[in-house]
């Protein structure tokens, strides 16, 4: 299986990116993973320059579509997610992502903009044709987000087994 992490911080490096990699170990998925920082992949510019994404990626958009598994984070921005993953995402019609399994992950530091951003978030990726799993939601307050991670994966373990996740479950505690 093909995992990709697509982080949509327009800061690379950021904490939303130490999210990814600690969802990323706590799944363990089985074959290739690749991680793609949208700030250093897209360049965006309101001038008339062209911008660039600093990033050597060849081809973000085909990693993307050729993807078992996506697992999109992003920061909460103004109640939904960032701008940078909505011109990425444009470039994508309708069922584009079919095939996929795909985990929005939102990161908020208001609760009300926490579920807005990832309920926008699981709508914009079934709308491509990924099929949305649960949610993952971590306030700010709560990175690092290890016990958010094993909460959600105990939650949500038989689902993400049934999408082929080989995700280690917790032992009940007597």
């Known amino acids: 299986m093909t995992t990709v992490a697509l982080i949509g911080n327009p800061r690379a490096g950021s904490r939303t990116r130490v999210l990814a990699d600690d969802l990323l170990e706590a799944l363990a998925p089985a074959g290739p993973v690749r991680v793609l920082e949208l700030a250093e992949i897209v360049g965006v510019s309101f001038?008339?320059?062209p911008a660039y994404g600093?990033?050597?990626?060849?081809?973000?958009?085909?990693?993307?579509?050729?993807?078992?598994?996506?697992?999109?984070?992003?920061?909460?921005?103004?109640?939904?997610?960032?701008?940078?993953?909505?011109?990425?995402?444009?470039?994508?019609?309708?069922?584009?992502?079919?095939?996929?399994a795909a985990i929005p992950v939102a990161v908020a530091a208001s609760p009300a903009h926490l579920d807005a951003t990832a309920l926008a978030l699981s709508t914009l990726l079934a709308e491509l044709g990924a099929s949305a799993l649960p949610p993952l939601a971590v306030l700010e307050k709560d990175l690092p987000a290890s016990t958010p991670i094993a909460d959600w994966t105990a939650t949500h373990g038989p689902t993400l087994l049934a999408a082929g996740l080989a995700v280690p479950l917790p032992t009940p505690t007597p």
Do not use: H, M, N, W
């Not at 085909?62 to 990425?88: D, H, N």
């Not at 444009?90 to 069922?95: A, E, I, K, R, S």
């Open 47 to 49: 001038g008339p320059q």
């Open 54 to 100: 600093a990033s050597t990626v060849v081809d973000p958009f085909e990693a993307v579509r050729s993807a078992r598994l996506l697992v999109v984070v992003t920061p909460a921005y103004k109640g939904s997610y960032t701008g940078l993953l909505k011109i990425f995402f444009d470039q994508f019609g309708p069922g584009a992502l079919a095939g996929a």
